[in-house]
């Protein structure tokens, strides 16, 4: 995100991830989990008193492409043991409209308590109705069963309920500690729910490039990449390659750099959300 | 930034705006201050012991236009008597060199307290040391002096301090009453303060476009839009026509609805800053 021609001193270097050690609460040993993930953890944690840091600022773009568009979210917890975040919407609302025509997206999460700022770069992968996968329909089902009956409610409104930021639902009650992917969560232990309607749609945030700021003392400032082999030779367009998904590329198609025209879908397929991310480089930043 | 065509009952009244009297704290009779700017004040008017009630989150283009770009921004008042927003950056920060190339912008402002969303759509000037208008520098100025020294001294560093939410001064100080262009703010009265040095811009949003989402009891939905003539008669484009400046468009190159190719700047001058904003025209929506 910062221009290396500005003068910016960094210095990069290739880390090999945190071990999934550092999470005290991991049940098994999963795979590692990225250094900012484990930060975010770690800000989510020490603000688990204030039900407002799950909130955060979910950024696309508008249907012409002529406008970012951005609307405060509800974290809804990792996607099972990835660095993958998931959000909901409603299918009637505008942000699912425009992640059909594109998937490219920003959020920011301000962390007031520990003044940590994390920017998460991405593609938005959407989990619908008409999900085949098994893991992927269990991850929407887990997510519709999290919420609270009268957030549930609205889907089945005949207009969309308050898109923006559906959480009549207690918010503590969003991001609870059972995953929208958890594996152990099985429909017979689970107290009865209808099942979710055609407008309930689970959103993946796949990051492809993290900015954290940390304003508290000593302010320090980092950028994560995933870690392709090339990345050490040319960090020229390092950022520019983050902007693509790692991934099966066959299954999407990013905007090209040449615009976006209005004709243009760059979709995500959800099945992307069962690749590997792979490890991170973490560029460490000093004015 | 609601669709009519998804079945939301959509009631469209062109209200008078709010009457200056309204805001008791007003010193003299200025111009009517629209309904959502009041609502913003008594927001922050609610949270005035919670300093991060002054953060929101600013989403602008990326350089290629490909994705959008949010991060956390400090209000520093509005510009004048006018409902413009204004905010500060470094000239070597990443959302100056992309506000450059393209002037669209929407600043996504949550109150945690209150539970209000302001969306707000509109255009970004940015005013720096070459400005002439004896009014534009005058407002520069002020929100220099209204820095704390340190957050001042960032803007000398060789390399950019942390451009995404400088606020190492107190956060309070940042938005105290006095405006960045308050007329009674005169070079005598205040400390003396070496001048901005030309990495110092003062950031203004022009708003186009205003969603406010209130999720406090009773939930309530408003845009709002500006009071054009011929928005009763022809509501399908009133968010197109919302997207573009309602002062001199010979000052202004807006984005086409047909995308925006990488060569493309569509800057704003500054002196669009001093056109007058007009009435607006409300629209609730409820679900």
């Not at 960094?10 to 930060?39: E, F, K, L, N, Y």
């Not at 953890?41 to 955060?56: I, M, V």
């Not at 917890?77 to 942000?95: H, M, N, P, V, Y």
């Not at 308590?113 to 008409?130: A, N, P, S």
């Amino acid at each position: 995100f910062v221009s290396m021609s500005t003068g910016v001193r960094a210095s990069m270097c290739v880390i090999a991830a945190v071990s999934a050690t550092i999470d005290a609460a991991a049940a098994s040993v999963g795979p590692v989990r990225p250094r900012w993930q484990h930060d975010i953890s770690s800000a989510l944690h020490r603000a688990s008193r204030d039900p407002t840091a799950k909130y955060l600022q979910l950024a696309t773009l508008s249907a012409d492409s002529a406008f970012p568009a951005v609307r405060t979210v509800v974290f809804r917890g990792w996607l099972w043991d990835t660095c993958q975040l998931t959000f909901i919407t409603d299918a009637r609302s505008e942000k699912h409209g425009q992640i059909l025509r594109n998937a490219n997206a920003e959020a920011c999460w301000y962390f007031t308590k520990t003044r940590d700022q994390f920017r998460i770069r991405g593609q938005m992968l959407m989990i619908d109705e008409t999900e085949e996968h098994p893991k992927l329909m269990r991850a929407r089902l887990t997510a519709w069963k999290n919420m609270s009956p009268g957030a549930r409610e609205q889907f089945f409104w005949p207009a969309p309920g308050y898109p923006v930021l559906q959480e009549s639902e207690q918010p503590d009650q969003a991001a609870r500690d059972s995953q929208p992917g958890e594996e152990a969560a099985t429909d017979g232990e689970a107290p009865s729910v209808e099942p979710p309607p055609s407008t309930f749609i689970l959103l993946v945030l796949r990051p492809a490039a993290i900015d954290h700021l940390r304003l508290s003392r000593p302010q320090q400032r980092w950028q994560y990449l995933p870690a392709a082999p090339e990345l050490s030779t040319s960090s020229e367009s390092s950022v520019a390659k983050a902007a693509e998904p790692v991934g099966k590329t066959g299954d999407v198609a990013v905007a090209g750099k040449d615009g976006l025209p209005e004709t243009t879908t760059s979709t995500c397929s959800p099945s992307l959300a069962l690749e590997p991310l792979g490890e991170w480089a973490a560029i460490a930043i000093n004015p």
